[in-house]
């Protein structure tokens, strides 16, 4: 006998209770939780590099790593003196929600106020996975040109931060700021953006304090869970 | 580009709904794909072809996707417009830019249809 079954469910509708979990453990444990996605060596771990030193002095911080192989990044984190968790994802082209809760169930998240995840360099999957993160961060490089923009709608349209890396190189691309900040417009219009050089330690400062700002509200906001 | 994941997703939610609605083989599944998901139907239908192989499908089943359009509802006037190539969310009446996305954004399952095993009566 044919049965139909209407069944009206998400195909992502475990990574998304996942995603609430994860939620949830940050609120209780008073964590504020940041997704930072971008193309492949757009310089997503230099900033990182850079931008500890600022928030690590206000904030006790952490680091989740996704890299399909090798504990490079993690590596490289770890000689800031910050604590990092290396995710390998084997070949798969994002982090999802239960990856980034086993990763935290190795830090000791009781014990933290900040937990930046570097998600794997790719800007179509990783758009798709909610990791139950309070702050999306898009890293763009001038080198990439800036139709990726519209070029990848969804991750530009989801995140609330775009930093635009290697302004220092700027003179010698093609990058158009006017264009990106048109498409921006169009949208993703609440988006802050933050124009920095990493390598140079250009605007890192700006954007790392912007990050202490919000992590203060939220725990202003949340300050009275899970503390009795 | 993660479509082979999804369709694993899938196969997991449909092994589950099939076992506790006692369905042996399953014929066919209906996704809802919108535009702004980042799944191609093409790739779907590929993933699916492998996955077919699993004996929770019966050999000949089908994989039914019907894609939605990103539409957007303007927040300042209330009009509902096609966004265009998923980039621009401006209102065509009032050139608002609060828009909210009311469509394409949809992954999943809407039914599927499978034989249990009794025999029909008649």
């Not at chain 1, 757009?42 to 192989?69: C, H, N, P, Q, W």
Request: net charge negative; charged share 30%; glycine share 6%.
């Amino acid at each position: 006998m044919t049965i139909k079954v209407e069944l009206q469910t998400p195909i992502l509708a475990r990574n998304e209770e996942t995603a609430e979990e994860i939620r949830y453990l940050c609120l209780e444990n008073n964590i504020f939780l940041v997704n930072i996605m971008s193309s492949p060596g757009a310089g997503k771990t230099t900033l990182l590099e850079k931008a500890l030193g600022y928030l690590s002095r206000e904030l006790r911080t952490a680091v989740i790593e996704g890299d399909i192989a090798t504990t490079r990044d993690a590596d490289r984190i770890s000689a800031q003196g910050v604590e990092a968790v290396q995710l390998n994802t084997h070949g798969a082209c994002h982090l999802d929600a239960r990856m980034v809760y086993q990763a935290l169930q190795k830090l000791e998240y009781s014990q933290l106020d900040l937990i930046l995840i570097e998600n794997i360099g790719n800007l179509v999957c990783p758009a798709e996975f909610n990791l139950g993160e309070d702050l999306r961060v898009v890293l763009l490089s001038t080198t990439e040109g800036n139709d990726k923009i519209v070029k990848y709608p969804v991750m530009f349209r989801d995140a609330h931060m775009l930093v635009l890396n290697k302004v220092d190189l700027l003179p010698y691309t093609d990058f158009s700021k006017e264009e990106m900040e048109q498409d921006l417009a169009g949208l993703n219009p609440r988006m802050e953006i933050f124009y920095v050089s990493a390598r140079l330690e250009q605007g890192v400062k700006e954007w790392a304090d912007r990050l202490i700002e919000l992590v203060k509200q939220s725990l202003k906001e949340h300050g009275m869970l899970g503390t009795s | 580009m993660h479509e082979m994941g999804l369709m694993a997703s899938m196969v997991e939610l449909l092994s589950e709904s099939a076992r506790h609605n006692q369905i042996e083989k399953i014929n066919r599944v209906k996704l809802v794909v919108g535009k702004m998901s980042m799944a191609l139907p093409d790739a779907l239908q590929l993933a699916f072809d492998v996955y077919k192989a699993d004996d929770l499908f019966r050999s000949d089943a089908v994989l039914e996707i019907e894609e939605r359009e990103t539409r957007g509802k303007c927040r300042s006037c209330g009009r509902c417009f096609p966004v265009l190539d998923n980039v621009l969310f401006v209102c065509p009446d009032c050139r608002g830019l609060d828009v909210e996305v009311i469509s394409g954004r949809e992954l999943y399952i809407d039914h599927y249809e499978g034989e249990d095993g009794n025999v029909d009566d008649d």
